[in-house]
Structures are given as C-alpha cells and as structure tokens.
C-alpha cells in the first residue's frame, strides 16, 4: 500500500512540474511582458487575418488572402499592401502614453461621453484567432498629438498617440492598391496587344522577346519591355466605378483597344493563338476621360473595375509591328560559335576556327589568325542595325541579289569527334547572306528568316573576304641575338655578320660600325608587327623598285635565311611591306622603318684644320 501511494505521488508531481514547465514556457519573460504591459494593443500578425474599420458611414473590409490583403468592402478590389502593413506596424509599436482607471470612469459617469467613448465614428477590429476586442477612438486630448481610446465595453480607457487613426481615418479608395497590377514586367512572358490596326503577338523565348503575330519576327527586348511596363508599372490616377455598371459611358461597352499579358503561371501562357477562354490580365482602353484631365478610361478584367489611367497609355493603340522589331542584324550567341566561314564571289573561302581563346585560318593550315579582328567582326555584326526593313517575305530574292549573295558569312559550332548529341563536324546555326547594292544600302537577310532588310553597305568593307588579311600581325618572332648575319639594300648595298655576342663586321660596308643603331635595327626586326594585313600583292605595293630590302639568317650556317621588302608608301603615311615564304602584303608604320634604315656606321670624324702660321712682324727701319 505505501508502494502505490509512492508511486501515485511521484507521478503527481512529474505531471505538475511538465505543466508548470510548459505554462511557464507559454508566459512572456518579464521584459517581454513589460513590453507588452505598455503596448495599447497585443496581437500576432501572423494570425491576423482580417481588420474591419468603422468610420461613420464607411464600413472598410480588409481581408488576407493567399498572402495578399484584399479590400471587400464597400468595394471588391485590390488592397495596397504597403498601406495596409504599415497600419499594423503602427499597431504593434502603438504605446499607452497614460491612462485612467476604471473605478475613475465608473465614478464619474460621464466622462466616458466628455471623451467621445460612448458611441465613436471611428472604430477598428481586428479578425483572427486571439485577436482584442474591437477599438474605440475617442476625442483629442489636452496634449498635442494624443487622444483617449478604450476597447468596447471596457471602462479603462487609455491615452494614446494618434498615429493609428490617421492610418484608419481615411476614405476606402486610400486603401485600393493604385498600382494596376502585382505582375512585374520580367514575370510576363506572353502579350497580346489589339488596336484599330490589328492584332500583335508577342512571346519570350529564352529570355528574348519574338514577335509571333502578324508576322514572326526578331523582337526589341527594350522596346517591347517598355510597352509591357505600361502596364505592369501604371499606377491608378483616380478609382472611376465597378464595370457591373454602365461602361458605354466610358466608351468601354466596344473599347478601342486592349492588351493582354501572361505570366508564367497561366495556363495558357505557352499558347500561340490568341483564342477565347485563355486566362490572363487584361486591360481594355476606353475614351478620353472628360471631367478628369490628362487620362483614359480603362477597365482592368481581373479587379472589376473601372479607373483613369495618364493619357499617355493611350500611346498603346499607336503600337505598329515595325515599332517592337530589333533593329540589330541578327542576334548572335557566340557561346556556341566555333567556326566562322566568309565566303564571296571569285574569292577562296576563309575558314577562322577557334582554339580555346585564340583563332586559326582553318582553311589555310590553321595557319594563326588576328584573333582581336575576329572578335571586332563578331561586335561589329551583332552592333549592327537594319536601315529599314524592305519585304516581309523571302519570295522575290533575286530582286534582292540574295538569289546568289555576293558575301556570305555562316556561324557553326564545331564537333572533333561523335557524340550521343551530335555528330562530327561543322554544324552551322546562323547565316548572313548580302545582295545587291542600291544607294548608300545593301540587301541582306539572316539565316531563313523569311523577311529581307537593308544595311549600311559599307558594312561590306568590313568583312574581309581575302583570306590574307585575317593573318595574324606578328611578322617575326625572334630574338635579336639570333640573329647571326643582316644585309640591307636601299641606295647601296650593306652587310654584317656576327663577331661575337655583341660585335659584328663588315661584310660590305666600311667605317667604324654603330653598336647603338645596329642594335635598335635588329631589336626591330626580331620582333617585326604588322600595323594590318591588306591582302593579295599587286603592282600598286610597289615591290619591283623597293625602297629597301632587308635579308637575314638566323643560324650561325645562315641556311635559315628571311627576307624582308618595303615597297611603297600607304595612303595613312605608312608602307607596304611584303616578306618571303608568306603570301601577301602588310603594313608596316614610319617609327619601324626609321628603325630599320638607321645607319649602321658611325659618322666619319672630322679632319683637324691645318692652323696657319703666324707671321712675324717686319723689323722696324
């Protein structure tokens, strides 16, 4: 018997301690519930689901739905957020700045009346789980800026700021959200625009906007994000009327005009036709509002209501197919770019392959390319904008010359070897094909795209189709001191060889040879750069009757020799130059030539002059 009640006690008390625990653990700690004890009001926001206001004759119902508050009455439609936030933080920082007993108030009956407490205008509940009672708010008081408050029913009233009813004490339409839309203009990912015109299309693609009706087109990723932030950025100029009324007031039974836009969570979003029954917002446009100055009507489907939005919004029905195009010649992803063909008539084809970083005239051996002109041709083309657009259609090409185009550049990724994915070789995804020349234009049009345009013909001279001029610019790569033997012909012949590290001898030549300028000659040559490549020699680069020829070797048993040609001057004060064993002419500027024809001896010195003798004075008779 003393076993059980031992074990009843035991039990007992393990039971009271976890409920003293756990009630202990649901009470505030002392400075929390010194916080609290100031507080006019204690809620969680986090279960607070409704807030109702009463002031005088407008009811104002405010909801939490799905995350988001929602204005039900007087009217249905979208709350502001941050309006509505900000009045429950103003709640939760609300502070008793004072307050009187209910034994006083009790005593002195009317002082409840004396503070505007029996029957206030002005009234606010909120709705959820352990909410307070519903607030009264009564009279100023004697202080600047406090006023009496008291929950209903309650006989303590307290002295408060008035902070929350200036947050509450306004008209409903201070609490519908102005901002047209909680769609962001990077969430939309479809649009459809109808005006007196017709009807455009538009939809996003990885991450760049088509024009996909009346016809498919490349489409201005700025532009076509401006139209869009018409109306995801509009903000509300004045709240009109509900659309259950008469909307032909506001020329909104037929509206000129409307756009639609989707977000990626409408269902109908991936659609390409523009049939009934999709979701979607819509925004239709009415008339010029009258009474309200500088605004439209609209009315916007998904909040049921009619409203004024700028003028300016009237630009939309304006909208024409041209207006959303990019203009750039072709949009170009160079992540994938491995190989770039240039092709035209009555020249070979230039292959450029890239390695890693650098770039190779594929269809020359790999021999090494002018990687920083690859990259100028890539910028300039992607730069590059239409003059106009010229046909919508690709049936007339040879009208255009692009039948049989003139120049032609293809852009392929490339594959060493077979993959599940692909298989080996060139794999071109974009071409860009050029036709005739008209005026200061020329016709191009870029892959199957079916419309032709025009461009700046002299984007043509920026296409090298001479597959010389994409070598790249070192001409020699050596050191100075490899070099073991130098002849230089200009007006008369020189020749030197190497003595020893830094001496040298005359081959031809005499007088005491120049170290310094031999030096700076061969510093140049070593490491010679060619300003640009021009291309195929010609007559015109004047190489029959050079202006000086330099040869060279590079091995003490000078069988590696190299040979250098300056021929005529360029038009940009510089020379053509040529060298044996390479094809093609480049150029070389006048600081390299200077260097090149400094003089390998010294100046001879000066003879003394012979002093005459001084004659001596006659003597005197």
């Given at each position: 018997?003393?076993?059980?009640?031992?074990?009843?006690?035991?039990?007992?008390?393990?039971?009271?301690?976890?409920?003293?625990?756990?009630?202990?653990?649901?009470?505030?700690?002392?400075?929390?519930?010194?916080?609290?004890?100031?507080?006019?009001?204690?809620?969680?926001?986090?279960?607070?689901?409704?807030?109702?206001?009463?002031?005088?004759?407008?009811?104002?119902?405010?909801?939490?739905?799905?995350?988001?508050?929602?204005?039900?009455?007087?009217?249905?439609?979208?709350?502001?957020?941050?309006?509505?936030?900000?009045?429950?933080?103003?709640?939760?920082?609300?502070?008793?700045?004072?307050?009187i007993p209910a034994k006083e108030m009790t005593v002195e009956k009317g002082r409840m009346a004396e503070f505007g407490l029996v029957q206030p205008k002005l009234r606010l509940r909120l709705r959820g789980p352990e909410m307070p009672p519903e607030i009264w708010f009564g009279k100023d008081t004697a202080f600047e800026g406090q006023m009496y408050v008291r929950f209903a029913e309650a006989k303590e009233v307290y002295i408060a700021t008035q902070t929350v009813r200036n947050d509450i004490a306004k008209k409903p339409d201070e609490f519908r959200d102005r901002k047209l839309t909680d769609l962001t203009t990077a969430q939309v990912v479809r649009a459809v625009l109808r005006s007196p015109a017709g009807e455009i299309e538009l939809a996003k693609k990885n991450e760049h906007w088509e024009i996909v009706k009346p016809l498919q087109a490349r489409g201005d990723d700025q532009k076509i994000g401006d139209l869009l932030a018409q109306v995801t950025n509009a903000r509300i100029q004045e709240f009109v009327a509900d659309d259950a009324g008469d909307l032909h007031a506001y020329g909104l039974s037929e509206p000129r005009g409307s756009i639609t836009v989707y977000g990626a969570d409408d269902k109908s979003a991936s659609r390409t036709d523009s049939s009934g029954g999709e979701e979607g917002r819509t925004l239709q446009l009415g008339s010029v509002a009258e009474k309200i100055k500088d605004a439209v009507y609209v009315r916007y489907l998904p909040r049921h209501a009619v409203y004024a939005l700028p003028k300016q919004t009237d630009a939309l029905l304006t909208v024409r197919p041209n207006d959303l195009r990019d203009r750039h010649l072709m949009r170009l992803d160079t992540n994938n770019l491995d190989r770039l063909n240039v092709e035209a008539v009555g020249q070979p084809k230039t292959v450029l392959a890239r390695k890693d970083q650098n770039w190779t005239i594929a269809s020359r051996s790999d021999q090494p390319a002018n990687g920083d002109e690859v990259r100028r041709l890539i910028d300039t083309l992607n730069s590059q904008e239409v003059t106009k657009f010229v046909a919508d259609t690709a049936s007339e090409l040879p009208k255009y010359g692009l039948d049989q185009s003139q120049v032609k550049v293809t852009f392929s990724s490339y594959a060493s070897e077979n993959t599940a994915e692909t298989g080996a070789g060139e794999h071109p995804f974009l071409t860009l094909a050029f036709g005739k020349i008209e005026g200061d234009d020329v016709y191009a049009r870029v892959g199957e795209e079916p419309f032709i345009v025009a461009v700046n013909r002299q984007l043509l001279d920026k296409i090298w189709v001479d597959p010389l001029r994409w070598q790249a610019l070192p001409v020699f790569n050596f050191k100075p001191n490899d070099i073991h033997r130098v002849s230089r012909v200009t007006d008369r012949e020189e020749s030197l060889v190497r003595s020893g590290p830094k001496e040298w001898k005359w081959i031809k030549g005499s007088g005491e040879i120049d170290p310094t300028d031999v030096q700076s000659l061969l510093n140049t040559l070593a490491s010679l750069r060619a300003v640009r490549w021009v291309g195929a020699t010609t007559p015109a680069h004047g190489f029959e009757k050079p202006l000086l020829v330099l040869t060279f070797t590079t091995s003490p048993d000078d069988k590696a020799l190299h040979k250098l040609t300056i021929g005529n001057p360029t038009d940009d004060q510089m020379w053509f130059a040529k060298i044996d064993g390479r094809d093609g002419t480049f150029v070389v500027n006048q600081p390299d030539l200077n260097a090149l024809k400094l003089p390998l001896a010294q100046p001879a010195s000066p003879s003394p002059t012979a002093i005459p003798p001084v004659a001596s004075p006659s003597p005197s008779l």
């Amino acid at each position: 018997m003393k076993t059980r009640t031992t074990i009843l006690l035991l039990l007992l008390a393990v039971a009271l301690g976890v409920w003293i625990k756990f009630f202990e653990s649901k009470k505030p700690n002392t400075a929390a519930a010194k916080r609290e004890a100031g507080n006019v009001v204690n809620f969680s926001r986090e279960k607070l689901e409704g807030i109702t206001i009463q002031n005088g004759d407008d009811r104002i119902e405010l909801r939490r739905q799905a995350g988001r508050w929602r204005l039900l009455a007087p009217v249905k439609d979208q709350a502001d957020g941050a309006v509505v936030d900000n009045l429950i933080s103003d709640l939760e920082a609300w502070r008793k700045e004072g307050s009187i007993p209910a034994k006083e108030m009790t005593v002195e009956k009317g002082r409840m009346a004396e503070f505007g407490l029996v029957q206030p205008k002005l009234r606010l509940r909120l709705r959820g789980p352990e909410m307070p009672p519903e607030i009264w708010f009564g009279k100023d008081t004697a202080f600047e800026g406090q006023m009496y408050v008291r929950f209903a029913e309650a006989k303590e009233v307290y002295i408060a700021t008035q902070t929350v009813r200036n947050d509450i004490a306004k008209k409903p339409d201070e609490f519908r959200d102005r901002k047209l839309t909680d769609l962001t203009t990077a969430q939309v990912v479809r649009a459809v625009l109808r005006s007196p015109a017709g009807e455009i299309e538009l939809a996003k693609k990885n991450e760049h906007w088509e024009i996909v009706k009346p016809l498919q087109a490349r489409g201005d990723d700025q532009k076509i994000g401006d139209l869009l932030a018409q109306v995801t950025n509009a903000r509300i100029q004045e709240f009109v009327a509900d659309d259950a009324g008469d909307l032909h007031a506001y020329g909104l039974s037929e509206p000129r005009g409307s756009i639609t836009v989707y977000g990626a969570d409408d269902k109908s979003a991936s659609r390409t036709d523009s049939s009934g029954g999709e979701e979607g917002r819509t925004l239709q446009l009415g008339s010029v509002a009258e009474k309200i100055k500088d605004a439209v009507y609209v009315r916007y489907l998904p909040r049921h209501a009619v409203y004024a939005l700028p003028k300016q919004t009237d630009a939309l029905l304006t909208v024409r197919p041209n207006d959303l195009r990019d203009r750039h010649l072709m949009r170009l992803d160079t992540n994938n770019l491995d190989r770039l063909n240039v092709e035209a008539v009555g020249q070979p084809k230039t292959v450029l392959a890239r390695k890693d970083q650098n770039w190779t005239i594929a269809s020359r051996s790999d021999q090494p390319a002018n990687g920083d002109e690859v990259r100028r041709l890539i910028d300039t083309l992607n730069s590059q904008e239409v003059t106009k657009f010229v046909a919508d259609t690709a049936s007339e090409l040879p009208k255009y010359g692009l039948d049989q185009s003139q120049v032609k550049v293809t852009f392929s990724s490339y594959a060493s070897e077979n993959t599940a994915e692909t298989g080996a070789g060139e794999h071109p995804f974009l071409t860009l094909a050029f036709g005739k020349i008209e005026g200061d234009d020329v016709y191009a049009r870029v892959g199957e795209e079916p419309f032709i345009v025009a461009v700046n013909r002299q984007l043509l001279d920026k296409i090298w189709v001479d597959p010389l001029r994409w070598q790249a610019l070192p001409v020699f790569n050596f050191k100075p001191n490899d070099i073991h033997r130098v002849s230089r012909v200009t007006d008369r012949e020189e020749s030197l060889v190497r003595s020893g590290p830094k001496e040298w001898k005359w081959i031809k030549g005499s007088g005491e040879i120049d170290p310094t300028d031999v030096q700076s000659l061969l510093n140049t040559l070593a490491s010679l750069r060619a300003v640009r490549w021009v291309g195929a020699t010609t007559p015109a680069h004047g190489f029959e009757k050079p202006l000086l020829v330099l040869t060279f070797t590079t091995s003490p048993d000078d069988k590696a020799l190299h040979k250098l040609t300056i021929g005529n001057p360029t038009d940009d004060q510089m020379w053509f130059a040529k060298i044996d064993g390479r094809d093609g002419t480049f150029v070389v500027n006048q600081p390299d030539l200077n260097a090149l024809k400094l003089p390998l001896a010294q100046p001879a010195s000066p003879s003394p002059t012979a002093i005459p003798p001084v004659a001596s004075p006659s003597p005197s008779l």
